[in-house]
């Protein structure tokens, strides 16, 4: 077993809230420079700029997997992670027809650019991609499932957008594995409130949105070998 620095939970320029400057290049080479050995690209409801960030990765080293931050029925964020690009696409697909359709404002919400491995604007995305989609929390895992993916709650520290603030609690009916922290030092306190979660994987990622959010190497995944498989079994486990 050997220990690998993550990032599960980055965006890029096509996240309406996604500086600009989060290029598949800049967010994959920055990971790099930080020391990160695997990051996981998790834009809003969508995962069109996987391709181009998992190519970027191939090419620097830089282990990529391909995701979304899923926002479910209930306005609350969950993390889904594939273990290919096809099948993060195809429940991206599926994604995208099951959500709310609003035009994006680009002046107040900021473009949602889909990018090739170059950086170059290859598309853009109509509908903002943050509303609620039409999957309830109570589903998502299975659904992901369905797509070979896994699925846990983002942030659950959080005062909102987060499953804590939404519904209070984490029903082990979800069938959720893995949870989220973005402060880490919050989980003693949580686990006496909560103590489902000395039951479940605790990570603890940037959510970044700006290159200067993302953070240096410090939390590691234990794993057999790295590969985008391991990541999943070991979140999943």
Do not use: W
């Amino acid at each position: 077993m050997k220990k690998y620095y993550y990032d599960l939970h980055l965006h890029s320029c096509l996240s309406p809230c996604g500086d600009m400057d989060m290029t598949p290049n800049n967010l994959v080479n920055m990971a790099k420079l930080l020391g990160l050995d695997v990051i996981a690209l998790t834009d809003h409801n969508t995962s069109l700029n996987c391709e181009a960030a998992m190519k970027v990765g191939d090419a620097v080293g830089v282990l990529v997997i391909p995701g979304m931050e899923l926002t479910t029925a209930e306005d609350i964020h969950a993390v889904c992670l594939f273990p290919t690009l096809e099948k993060a696409l195809a429940f991206s697909d599926y994604v995208d027809q099951n959500r709310i359709r609003i035009k994006n404002k680009p002046h107040i919400y900021g473009d949602q650019v889909i990018m090739d491995e170059d950086d170059r604007k290859i598309g853009e995305i109509e509908h903002l991609l943050i509303p609620g989609t039409f999957i309830g929390i109570g589903d998502a895992y299975a659904k992901a499932k369905e797509f070979d993916g896994i699925c846990y709650p983002a942030h659950i520290d959080r005062d909102s957008l987060s499953i804590l603030s939404v519904l209070g609690e984490i029903d082990p009916a979800c069938g959720f594995r893995t949870a989220e922290l973005a402060d880490i030092t919050k989980l003693d306190m949580l686990k006496e409130q909560h103590p489902i979660l000395n039951t479940l994987h605790i990570v603890t990622c940037s959510d970044a949105h700006y290159l200067e959010n993302m953070r240096d190497a410090a939390n590691t995944l234990e794993l057999p070998e790295l590969t985008r498989e391991a990541v999943l079994a070991y979140l999943d486990s």
